[in-house]
C-alpha cells in the first residue's frame, strides 16, 4: 500500500482551510447583514446586549431580511451550478438561460389572470421557469441529445428577452403592478417579512439534498455524453432532473424576491477554483459560497448608497456582469 | 420596373398607409377626412392639437429612428457577417442608454441638443470593446455576439442600479423612455435627431456599394482599389451612431435593427445598394405599426414600441438561430 502522497494532503489542507474560511465569510457576512439597516442607531454592539427597541427591529426586521440573502444564495447558486453541469457549459445560469425571466412571466401571469391565478403564484414561478429552461434547451438541441454551446447562451437570451417583454406588457396593463414595476425586474429582499422568508427557506435544505443525490450524475456528465451512458447515467435524464431542481429553485427566489441575475453564475465559478470540480464537494460549497456572497452583497445595499437603500438585485449585477463579460471572452468551445 | 423598385413602391405606399393609421387610432379616434383636412389645411373639421402637436411628430419620430435602426443593423450584420448581429445584440443600444442616464444622474441633465452627443458617446464606447476584440483578434460571429450581450449585460447593469438609486422622481421618466417607447415625443425630439440621422443615412446608402465590394473579400476588395480597413471602420462609426442617437430618443426598441435587414433580404436579395433603402423603408414600417398597435390595443393605455417589437422580435430571432448556418469565422 502506498501513504497518501504529498500532493493529495496539500489539496486536502487546502481545501480546509477553504472550508474554514468560507464558514468564517459566511458569519461575517450575517453579522455584518444584522448589524446595519435603515435604522443606524441599532448597531453591532446591539447584537449581542439589545434593548427592546433594538430586539423589535433585528428579530422582525433585520433578521428575515438576513437569511432571506442567505437562502438566494444557496437556492441560486445550486441552480446555477446545475445549470452548468447538466449544459457543460461554464456560462449557462438561471439568468442567461431565461429560467428567471421566465418565472417572472408565470408570476405576472398569476398576478393578472384569474386562471392562472387559482394555481398560486408560487407553483406558477416554478412552472414558468421550468418551461423556460426546457424551451431554451429545446432551441440548443439538448433532447436531441447534441447540446450546441452557442444557441444555448442565445436562445436563453432570446427566451429571457421574450419572456420579460411580456412581463413588462402586463405592468402596463395594471396600474398596481406598476408601482412595484423596479423590484421584479431587478430583485429586491428590502421589505421583506417573515412568511416570505420561511416560504424561501423551506426550499434550501431540500435544494442542497436533491442536488448532493444528484451530484455524481453531474460527475457522469461531465466525462461526456458517451461516457455518462456507458456509466448507465442517460445525459438526458438527468438534464430533465437538473433542469427541474434549476427551476424549483430559482422559480422560487424569484417568487420571493424578484429575477436576481449573476448569483447563480458566478458562485458555481468561485466555488470550482476554491475546490476543484467534484460536484459532491462542490454542492456544499456553493450553497456556503452562495450564502457569503449574497449575505456580503445584501450589506453593501445597505451601506453603499445609504440613505436610500439599493436592491441586493442591482448590486449582485453590478458584481455579477462584468464577470460575465470576462468569461464570454475568455470561455472555450465557441469557436 | 424593376422587381427591387416595385417592392419598394409598395413598401412606400404601406409606410403612408401605417402612418395614417397611426394618426388616426389612440385614446381619441380621428377619422380619416379629419385627419387630411388637418394635414392639408382644408376647409371642414380639424383636429390641430392631437394631430400636429402629438401624433405627428411622434409617427415622424418612428419613421426616422425605424429607419436609422434597420439601416445600422444592415450595416453591422454586413461587415460581420454575422446574421444575429444587430445593434441590441452587440452593445451598443445599452452603452448609449447608460450614458444618458449617467448624464441625467451625474449632471441632472443635459440640453435636449446635447443629448444625442451623449448617447453617441456612450453607444461608441460599448462598440469599441467588440470592435477591437474582432480587429485585434479574429473570432467567431458567435463569440462576438456572446461577448456584444456581456457588454449590454453590463451597461444594463450599471442602468438598473442607477434607475433605483436615484430619487423616484427622476426615474420615471427613463424608466418609461427604457422601455423603447415614443410616448410624449414632440417636435422638440425629432428636430435634436431628425437631421442627424437624415444626413447619416444619406452617407450610408453613397457608401452601400462599398459594402458589396467587401463582401467580396479583403483581397478582392484591395484588388479594385479600396482601402478595406478604413472603410470598415467608417461604415462601422456610421452604423453605431445611427443607432446610439436613436436610443436618445426613443430608447431601446429591441430587435428593429435585427429583423428589418432579414425581412429585407428576403424580399430583395443580398446586394446592399438596393437591400439598404429597402430595410429602410422596412423598419420605419415595422416601429410605425409597434407605435400605433401599442396605442390601439387597449385604448387609454398606451403599450411601449419596444416590448411590442421584442415580443415580436425574439422568437424572430429564435427561428433565425435555428435555420441560419452560421458563417464559421468572420
Same mark, same amino acid.
Given at each position: 500500500?502506498?501513504?497518501?502522497?504529498?500532493?493529495?494532503?496539500?489539496?486536502?489542507?487546502?481545501?480546509?482551510?477553504?472550508?474554514?474560511?468560507?464558514?468564517?465569510?459566511?458569519?461575517?457576512?450575517?453579522?455584518?447583514?444584522?448589524?446595519?439597516?435603515?435604522?443606524?442607531?441599532?448597531?453591532?454592539?446591539?447584537?449581542?446586549?439589545?434593548?427592546?427597541?433594538?430586539?423589535?427591529?433585528?428579530?422582525?426586521?433585520?433578521?428575515?431580511?438576513?437569511?432571506?440573502?442567505?437562502?438566494?444564495?444557496?437556492?441560486?447558486?445550486?441552480?446555477?451550478?446545475?445549470?452548468?453541469?447538466?449544459?457543460?457549459?461554464?456560462?449557462?445560469?438561471?439568468?442567461?438561460?431565461?429560467?428567471?425571466?421566465?418565472?417572472?412571466?408565470?408570476?405576472?401571469?398569476?398576478?393578472?389572470?384569474?386562471?392562472? =391565478?387559482? %394555481?398560486? *403564484?408560487? !407553483?406558477?414561478?416554478? #412552472?414558468?421557469?421550468?418551461?423556460?429552461?426546457? &424551451?431554451?434547451? /429545446?432551441? @440548443?438541441?439538448?433532447?436531441?441529445?447534441?447540446?450546441?454551446?452557442?444557441?444555448?447562451?442565445?436562445?436563453?437570451?432570446?427566451?429571457?428577452a421574450f419572456?420579460?417583454a411580456?412581463?413588462?406588457f402586463?405592468?402596463?396593463?395594471?396600474?398596481?403592478?406598476?408601482?412595484?414595476?423596479?423590484?421584479?425586474?431587478?430583485?429586491?429582499?428590502?421589505?421583506?417579512?417573515?412568511?416570505?422568508?420561511?416560504?424561501?427557506?423551506?426550499?434550501?435544505?431540500?435544494?442542497?439534498?436533491?442536488?448532493?443525490?444528484?451530484?455524481?450524475?453531474?460527475?457522469?456528465?461531465?466525462?461526456?455524453?458517451?461516457?455518462?451512458?456507458?456509466?448507465?447515467?442517460?445525459?438526458?435524464?438527468?438534464?430533465?432532473?437538473?433542469?427541474?431542481?434549476?427551476?424549483?429553485?430559482?422559480?422560487?427566489?424569484?417568487?420571493?424576491?424578484?429575477?436576481?441575475?449573476?448569483? =447563480?453564475? %458566478?458562485? *458555481?465559478? !468561485?466555488?470550482?477554483? #476554491?475546490?476543484?470540480?467534484?460536484?459532491?464537494? &462542490?454542492?456544499? /460549497?456553493? @450553497?456556503?459560497?452562495?450564502?457569503?456572497?449574497?449575505?456580503?452583497?445584501?450589506?453593501?445595499?445597505?451601506?453603499?448608497?445609504?440613505?436610500?437603500?439599493?436592491?441586493?438585485?442591482?448590486?449582485?449585477?453590478?458584481?455579477?456582469?462584468?464577470?460575465?463579460?470576462?468569461?464570454?471572452?475568455?470561455?472555450?468551445?465557441?469557436? | 420596373m424593376t422587381r427591387p423598385l416595385r417592392i419598394g413602391l409598395v413598401l412606400l405606399t404601406g409606410l403612408i398607409a401605417a402612418m395614417l393609421v397611426s394618426l388616426a387610432v389612440g385614446?381619441?379616434a380621428i377619422?380619416l377626412?379629419?385627419i387630411v383636412?388637418?394635414l392639408?389645411?382644408?376647409?371642414?373639421?380639424?383636429?390641430?392639437?392631437?394631430i400636429?402637436?402629438s401624433r405627428l411628430p411622434r409617427t415622424l419620430l418612428a419613421v426616422v429612428t425605424g429607419a436609422s435602426l434597420a439601416m445600422s443593423g444592415a450595416i453591422i450584420q454586413a461587415?460581420?457577417?454575422?446574421p444575429?448581429a444587430s445593434p441590441k445584440i452587440?452593445?451598443?443600444n445599452?452603452?448609449?442608454?447608460?450614458?444618458?442616464?449617467?448624464?441625467?444622474?451625474?449632471?441632472?441633465?443635459?440640453?435636449?441638443?446635447?443629448?444625442?452627443?451623449?448617447?453617441?458617446?456612450?453607444?461608441?464606447?460599448?462598440?469599441?470593446?467588440?470592435?477591437?476584440?474582432?480587429?485585434?483578434?479574429?473570432?467567431?460571429?458567435?463569440?462576438?455576439?456572446?461577448?456584444?450581450?456581456?457588454?449590454?449585460?453590463?451597461?444594463?447593469?450599471?442602468?438598473?442600479?442607477?434607475?433605483?438609486?436615484?430619487?423616484?422622481?427622476?426615474?420615471?421618466?427613463?424608466?418609461?423612455?427604457?422601455t423603447g417607447s415614443l410616448w410624449?415625443r414632440?417636435?422638440?425630439h425629432l428636430?435634436?435627431v431628425a437631421?442627424?440621422l437624415i444626413?447619416l443615412m444619406g452617407?450610408c446608402l453613397?457608401?452601400s456599394?462599398?459594402?458589396?465590394?467587401?463582401?467580396?473579400?479583403?483581397?478582392?476588395?484591395?484588388?479594385?482599389?479600396?482601402?478595406?480597413?478604413?472603410?470598415?471602420?467608417?461604415?462601422?462609426?456610421?452604423a453605431?451612431?445611427l443607432a446610439?442617437v436613436s436610443v436618445?430618443v426613443v430608447g431601446v426598441l429591441g430587435f428593429v435593427g435585427l429583423m428589418a435587414p432579414h425581412i429585407a433580404r428576403l424580399l430583395v436579395g443580398g446586394a446592399h445598394r438596393t437591400l439598404l433603402p429597402v430595410a429602410l423603408l422596412v423598419g420605419a414600417l415595422l416601429v410605425v405599426i409597434a407605435d400605433a398597435a401599442g396605442r390601439a390595443l387597449?385604448?387609454?393605455?398606451e403599450i411601449s414600441a419596444g416590448i411590442l417589437t421584442a415580443i415580436f422580435g425574439a422568437p424572430f430571432f429564435?427561428f433565425l438561430?435555428?435555420?441560419?448556418?452560421?458563417?464559421?469565422?468572420?
Amino acid at each position: 500500500m502506498k501513504s497518501v502522497p504529498a500532493g493529495n494532503l496539500r489539496a486536502g489542507i487546502v481545501r480546509g482551510a477553504s472550508a474554514a474560511l468560507l464558514l468564517g465569510a459566511v458569519a461575517v457576512g450575517a453579522l455584518w447583514s444584522l448589524s446595519t439597516g435603515g435604522r443606524s442607531d441599532v448597531g453591532f454592539g446591539d447584537l449581542f446586549r439589545p434593548d427592546d427597541l433594538a430586539r423589535t427591529v433585528l428579530s422582525d426586521i433585520r433578521a428575515p431580511r438576513t437569511l432571506a440573502a442567505a437562502c438566494l444564495g444557496i437556492n441560486l447558486g445550486i441552480a446555477g451550478l446545475a445549470l452548468q453541469a447538466i449544459t457543460r457549459n461554464p456560462l449557462a445560469s438561471p439568468a442567461i438561460l431565461g429560467i428567471n425571466q421566465g418565472a417572472a412571466l408565470g408570476l405576472a401571469l398569476a398576478f393578472v389572470l384569474p386562471i392562472f =391565478g387559482a %394555481v398560486g *403564484p408560487e !407553483l406558477m414561478a416554478i #412552472l414558468g421557469a421550468f418551461g423556460a429552461g426546457v &424551451l431554451t434547451f /429545446a432551441i @440548443a438541441g439538448g433532447f436531441g441529445g447534441r447540446m450546441d454551446a452557442m444557441r444555448l447562451i442565445l436562445g436563453g437570451v432570446a427566451v429571457g428577452a421574450f419572456s420579460y417583454a411580456v412581463v413588462r406588457f402586463t405592468f402596463t396593463l395594471e396600474d398596481d403592478i406598476a408601482r412595484s414595476v423596479v423590484r421584479w425586474t431587478v430583485g429586491d429582499i428590502t421589505d421583506i417579512r417573515w412568511d416570505a422568508t420561511l416560504r424561501l427557506s423551506a426550499w434550501s435544505i431540500p435544494g442542497i439534498i436533491a442536488a448532493m443525490i444528484l451530484s455524481q450524475r453531474f460527475n457522469l456528465v461531465a466525462l461526456g455524453q458517451d461516457a455518462a451512458r456507458g456509466l448507465g447515467a442517460d445525459p438526458r435524464v438527468t438534464l430533465l432532473l437538473g433542469t427541474v431542481l434549476a427551476a424549483v429553485l430559482a422559480g422560487v427566489s424569484v417568487s420571493v424576491a424578484g429575477p436576481i441575475s449573476f448569483t =447563480g453564475l %458566478v458562485v *458555481p465559478h !468561485l466555488a470550482r477554483f #476554491l475546490f476543484g470540480g467534484d460536484h459532491r464537494i &462542490l454542492v456544499p /460549497a456553493v @450553497a456556503g459560497l452562495g450564502a457569503a456572497l449574497m449575505l456580503l452583497a445584501d450589506a453593501l445595499s445597505k451601506v453603499l448608497t445609504a440613505p436610500i437603500e439599493a436592491p441586493i438585485g442591482a448590486i449582485a449585477a453590478l458584481i455579477g456582469a462584468p464577470w460575465f463579460l470576462w468569461l464570454a471572452v475568455r470561455a472555450k468551445g465557441f469557436e | 420596373m424593376t422587381r427591387p423598385l416595385r417592392i419598394g413602391l409598395v413598401l412606400l405606399t404601406g409606410l403612408i398607409a401605417a402612418m395614417l393609421v397611426s394618426l388616426a387610432v389612440g385614446a381619441v379616434a380621428i377619422p380619416l377626412s379629419v385627419i387630411v383636412n388637418t394635414l392639408l389645411d382644408l376647409d371642414g373639421p380639424q383636429q390641430d392639437f392631437i394631430i400636429n402637436r402629438s401624433r405627428l411628430p411622434r409617427t415622424l419620430l418612428a419613421v426616422v429612428t425605424g429607419a436609422s435602426l434597420a439601416m445600422s443593423g444592415a450595416i453591422i450584420q454586413a461587415l460581420l457577417r454575422n446574421p444575429l448581429a444587430s445593434p441590441k445584440i452587440i452593445g451598443i443600444n445599452s452603452g448609449a442608454a447608460l450614458a444618458v442616464l449617467l448624464s441625467v444622474v451625474l449632471a441632472g441633465g443635459v440640453p435636449l441638443g446635447f443629448l444625442p452627443a451623449v448617447a453617441a458617446l456612450g453607444g461608441v464606447a460599448a462598440a469599441a470593446i467588440i470592435y477591437i476584440l474582432a480587429e485585434v483578434r479574429p473570432v467567431s460571429p458567435a463569440r462576438l455576439a456572446l461577448v456584444g450581450i456581456a457588454v449590454g449585460f453590463t451597461a444594463d447593469a450599471g442602468v438598473d442600479f442607477i434607475l433605483v438609486t436615484a430619487d423616484t422622481y427622476d426615474i420615471s421618466a427613463p424608466l418609461v423612455w427604457l422601455t423603447g417607447s415614443l410616448w410624449s415625443r414632440g417636435w422638440s425630439h425629432l428636430g435634436a435627431v431628425a437631421p442627424l440621422l437624415i444626413c447619416l443615412m444619406g452617407v450610408c446608402l453613397l457608401l452601400s456599394y462599398r459594402l458589396d465590394i467587401i463582401r467580396l473579400g479583403s483581397a478582392q476588395a484591395t484588388g479594385l482599389g479600396m482601402h478595406v480597413r478604413r472603410a470598415r471602420l467608417v461604415l462601422l462609426t456610421l452604423a453605431t451612431l445611427l443607432a446610439a442617437v436613436s436610443v436618445s430618443v426613443v430608447g431601446v426598441l429591441g430587435f428593429v435593427g435585427l429583423m428589418a435587414p432579414h425581412i429585407a433580404r428576403l424580399l430583395v436579395g443580398g446586394a446592399h445598394r438596393t437591400l439598404l433603402p429597402v430595410a429602410l423603408l422596412v423598419g420605419a414600417l415595422l416601429v410605425v405599426i409597434a407605435d400605433a398597435a401599442g396605442r390601439a390595443l387597449v385604448p387609454g393605455i398606451e403599450i411601449s414600441a419596444g416590448i411590442l417589437t421584442a415580443i415580436f422580435g425574439a422568437p424572430f430571432f429564435v427561428f433565425l438561430l435555428l435555420t441560419r448556418e452560421i458563417e464559421a469565422r468572420s
